[in-house]
Nanobody, 126 residues
Framework: QLQVVESGGGLVHPGGSLRLSCAAS????????MGWFRQAPGKGREFVAA????????RYTDFVKGRFTISRDNAKNTVYLQMRSLKPEDTAIYYC???????????????????WGQGTQVTVSS
């Protein structure tokens, strides 16, 4: 069992930055790949970024490459999403998710994730 809680969302101007955090409970955090997804109003949930259990593999969707960075600190049971050069179209609820895996992979598929947080709102507006 793993519980994940997101934080760090808020209102930011276009071009600004935010860092989201996802804190996980449990002693086996390093056995989980972690992912960030987002859902904008009126749209489905979409993949943003993922990182393998020990951080050796990362994946990003095309529209955030070069702007967002996913990282993790297994000693702190926390995964981060550093977001830069934010655009109004980045406005969404951002969700953290955990995928139990023994492989050094980071999946983009929501159904592969076992545990989800409640989300944190990110609003990019002038």
């Amino acid at each position: 069992q793993l519980q994940v809680v997101e934080s760090g969302g808020g209102l930011v101007h276009p071009g600004g930055s935010l860092r989201l955090s996802c804190a996980a409970s449990g002693r086996t955090f390093s056995s989980y790949a972690m992912g960030w997804f987002r859902q904008a109003p009126g749209k489905g949930r979409e993949f943003v970024a993922a990182i393998s259990p020990r951080g050796g593999t990362t994946r990003y969707t095309d529209f955030v490459k070069g702007r967002f960075t996913i990282s993790r600190d297994n000693a702190k049971n926390t995964v981060y999403l550093q977001m830069r050069s934010l655009k109004p179209e980045d406005t969404a609820i951002y969700y953290c998710a955990a995928d139990y895996t023994v492989l050094p992979i980071a999946t983009m598929i929501p159904m592969e994730y076992d545990y989800w947080g409640q989300g944190t709102q990110v609003t990019v507006s002038s």
